[in-house]
T-cell receptor, first 115, second 109 residues
Framework: DAGITQSPRHKVTETGTPVTLRCHQT?????MYWYRQDPGHGLRLIHY???????DKGEVSDGYSVSRSKTEDFLLTLESATSSQTSVYFC??????????????FGQGTRLTVV | RKEVEQDPGPFNVPEGATVAFNCTYS??????FFWYRQDCRKEPKLLMS???SGNEDGRFTAQLNRASQYISLLIRDSKLSDSATYLC??????????FGAGTRLFVKA
């Protein structure tokens, strides 16, 4: 299995509090991604990174920010958590762009509940 | 209309059965296609890429129909271990990769 770990694996937080999720890889892959997965929806891209300090928005980026100060770490921050951000969050890594015949490897997911 | 649509199922089949899933996509400029598998409460994992000429990997066969804009996955001789959700994935260029919501499969003894 690819060396990718997410922390925490589970979190319950209150509305309005900031939350940071961490993704750590040991594969030295250039690309890293944050997705959320909700019932009835596919995985939806929040933000992605194509290098250290190089990030861009995905389709559902409102309310989220990211940072990548080292190749191996990609942080996702919910500035002020809302109940609509209750979801399962997956980090993914890939050598090339996902979809360019490059496999994406996913972390085990973080279950976030905002109450 | 969703960019990638799948029948959510569930498909309930006996061991040894053949089962097929379809996935339709709306963007005719779509370039790359994949099937991922996701076990319950686990992360998705690549099952196979889908090539224009169709491709096979053991009991699994993937097909692409560009004219009708769908891809398919055929599973022969189903095993209990095939029980999972199968995600259709379509890349329409650059970082625009769309994951379908998945089709659930239950294989019963």
């Amino acid at each position: 299995d690819a060396g990718i770990t997410q922390s925490p694996r589970h979190k319950v937080t209150e509305t309005g509090t900031p939350v940071t999720l961490r993704c750590h890889q040991t594969e030295n892959h250039r690309y890293m991604y944050w997705y959320r997965q909700d019932p009835g929806h596919g995985l939806r891209l929040i933000h992605y990174s194509y290098g250290v300090k190089d990030t861009d928005k995905g389709e559902v980026s409102d309310g989220y920010s990211v940072s990548r100060s080292k190749t191996e770490d990609f942080l996702l921050t919910l500035e002020s958590a809302t109940s609509s951000q209750t979801s399962v969050y997956f980090c993914a890594i890939s050598e090339g762009q996902i979809g360019k015949n490059t496999e994406a490897f996913f972390g085990q997911g973080t279950r976030l509940t905002v109450v | 209309r969703k960019e990638v649509e799948q029948d959510p199922g569930p498909f309930n089949v006996p061991e040894g059965a053949t089962v097929a899933f379809n996935c339709t996509y709306s963007n005719s400029a779509s370039q790359s296609f994949f099937w991922y598998r996701q076990d319950c409460r686990k992360e998705p994992k690549l099952l196979m890429s889908v090539y224009s000429s169709g491709n096979e990997d053991g009991r699994f066969t993937a097909q692409l129909n560009r004219a009708s804009q769908y891809i398919s996955l055929l599973i022969r001789d189903s095993k209990l271990s095939d029980s999972a959700t199968y995600l259709c994935v379509v890349n329409i260029g650059g970082f625009k990769t769309i994951f379908g919501a998945g089709t659930r499969l239950f294989v019963k003894a």
